[in-house]
Structure formats: structure tokens, C-alpha cells
């Protein structure tokens, strides 16, 4: 079994290797899924309220549509205003992955980067 040492406040942890299989690789504007609210609704939220006034008149035609199926429309007609609803990592690309061993056991999981090649 490979194990990792890892210095952390005066302490040596070590956390056992265990690879990740990954599922799928390259998943982009995952944002488009996000439908539960309404382009209205989501502006007259507190998070998003600050956005309200570029938005409402702009875009008025569209406060009834989704707000993914919004953000896809201006991201598609290259719209950046889409990315005022996104974190920094909004638009970024994702994988899937997950692990089959050590699932029941308690304690902290750490994940180190290493470049690999890759056949996917």
C-alpha cells in the first residue's frame, strides 16, 4: 500500500493512496442545469438583488424563462453577462470521479496533484 506524508503544524500525517476512477472528463456549463428559479425570481433574491437594475429592463422579455436555459441563450449568442450569476469557477470545466475503497472509514480525505497522462 503507497502512503503519503504530508507535514501539517508540527505533525506528520499520513494518508494511505488510493486512486480515483474517473467517469467523465471535459463537463462544461453545468449551469445550464440550474432551473429551479426563473430569471425574476432569481433577481429579487438577496444574492442577486445587486444585479436587478442591469438586468430587468435589458432582458425583459425573458424574466419568465428559466435561469439556466437564460444563461445558455446569452453564453450561446456570446452574452457575457452570464457570468454576473456564476462564481469564479462557474464557467470552468469538471470531471466526475470516485473512489471504491475505504468509503466507510472516518477521517480526512487529501487530494494531491500530479500531471499523468491520460488515454481519455
Request: charged share 30%; hydrophobic share 30%.
Amino acid at each position: 500500500m503507497d502512503i503519503k506524508f504530508l507535514n501539517f503544524k508540527n505533525e506528520v500525517l499520513a494518508f494511505n493512496i488510493v486512486p480515483l476512477h474517473f467517469t467523465d472528463r471535459d463537463i462544461t456549463s453545468v449551469f445550464y442545469r440550474k432551473n429551479n428559479k426563473t430569471l425574476k425570481e432569481t433577481l429579487n433574491s438577496k444574492k442577486y438583488i445587486n444585479l436587478k437594475y442591469k438586468f430587468e429592463n435589458k432582458y425583459k422579455n425573458y424574466m419568465n424563462m428559466p435561469l439556466g436555459d437564460f444563461m445558455k441563450l446569452l453564453k450561446e449568442s456570446n452574452d457575457k453577462n452570464y457570468k454576473d450569476f456564476l462564481n469564479r469557477n462557474g464557467d470552468k470545466k469538471y470531471c466526475k470521479f470516485k473512489i471504491n475503497s475505504y468509503l466507510n472509514n472516518k477521517g480526512v480525505y487529501c487530494f494531491f496533484l500530479r500531471k499523468m497522462k491520460s488515454n481519455i
